[in-house]
């Protein structure tokens, strides 16, 4: 697997990461232990270096898993987590606002530590953006994490461009991460030109659209209640059915090139800029195996605009999220 830099930060990981959560949180009930930490495993055996995480997912099951998975691969391995909720004091799924006072985050810290069997955490980024909170006091508390050898990279998640200039003058910003894919493009309005400018990789999330831009959905797709897809505007059956022009177009670009819809979905993310490094999740290894095939496709430049030109003609349907998530994003 070829390696990418994140931004002018010197954080080298392999071209495509691993989103986890899906291993433990929110896409149906947890899966096998056992079966996750050999994937786990088996990612890192594959030249997957890059494994993404956060102490909200599950909560605290999804670090524990990497833990146990990773800890004694630990130097071949980058592993990112993040802070930024409240959590409920049950332990039950979800979490009871944001939070990212400095004593919180540097609480989260320590317990992530611990969960993750790690010494440090090579990439902590703020989940969303706390309004509350002023973006330099975050970065501040995480430049302190830095400095006590506590955490090695400070990142964002799901903010504007103008929060990230603010936090990257106290903190130089290692990476952003937000949804990136042929069907949700916004980052690319203001976002993408803020980080070449300032020298910050990105990590696109969601880099399948959820699973959808795979092409083994339909309008007649079921998700099951413990599936967080099953409240989402965009995958309502009339959502579903009017965004298929873009797996169609995926699907016609993939017969040329002797390859899947998801793997062209990735090499177009891949082919945008060179410090983009998508994490698409799975809980299956053909799945692992065949997105990691989209860092082997070379999109020429006139694939590209092929697409481009495509997509153009194609609306997506249906808003990402529920309101009071969106109102989270782009702060």
């Known amino acids: 697997m070829r390696k990418r830099k994140l931004g002018k930060s010197n954080l080298e990981v392999s071209a495509l990461g691993l989103g ?17 930490i050999a994937l786990l495993r088996a990612a890192v055996e594959r030249g997957v270096t890059f494994f ?14 990497l833990g146990e998975a990773l800890s004694p691969l630990r130097d071949r391995v980058v592993i990112a987590t993040k802070f930024g909720f409240n959590l409920n004091p049950d332990g039950s799924p979800g979490w009871q606002g944001l939070n990212s006072r400095p004593e919180r985050i540097k609480q989260v810290a320590e317990d992530s530590l611990k969960r993750l069997k790690i010494d440090v955490i090579d990439l902590f980024y703020q989940h969303r953006v706390d309004l509350d909170v002023p973006i330099e006091d975050v970065a501040g508390a995480v430049k302190e994490l830095i400095q006590a050898g506590k955490v090695k990279h400070f990142g964002l998640s799901e903010a504007s461009a ?7 003058a106290v903190q130089p910003v290692t ?3 937000s949804e990136y894919s042929l069907w949700w493009r916004r980052p690319e309005d203001e976002v993408l030109p803020a980080l070449e400018e300032l020298g910050i990789g990105f990590v ?19 998700f099951d209640s413990t599936d ?10 009339e959502a579903l059915k009017a965004n298929q022009a873009l797996v169609d177009l995926l699907t016609r670009i993939a017969a040329e090139k002797k390859a899947t819809p998801a793997q062209i979905a990735l090499a177009w993310l891949l082919a945008q800029k ?10 299956k290894l053909h799945r692992l195996e065949e997105n990691i095939g989209a860092t082997a496709i070379e999109l020429t430049i006139g694939d590209l605009q092929q697409i481009e030109n495509a997509a153009a003609e194609i609306t997506v349907e249906g808003t990402r999220y529920p309101e009071k998530l969106e109102q989270l994003t782009g702060r």
């Open 204 to 222: 696109p999330y969601s880099p399948l659209g959820k699973g959808f831009l795979t092409g083994k959905m339909d309008a007649d797709t079921k």
């Open 228 to 237: 967080f897809r099953s409240t989402l505007p965009r995958f309502t059956p």
């Open 20 to 36: 986890c959560m899906g291993m433990s949180f929110s896409y149906g009930p947890p899966k096998d232990k056992q079966e996750m």
């Open 52 to 65: 993404d995480t956060a102490e909200v997912y599950g909560p605290f099951t999804n670090e524990q898993l």
């Open 175 to 177: 990476a952003v991460q």
């Open 274 to 283: 060179p410090w983009i490094v998508p994490i698409p999740g799975t809980t």
């Open 162 to 168: 103008k929060t990230i200039r603010r936090a990257h």
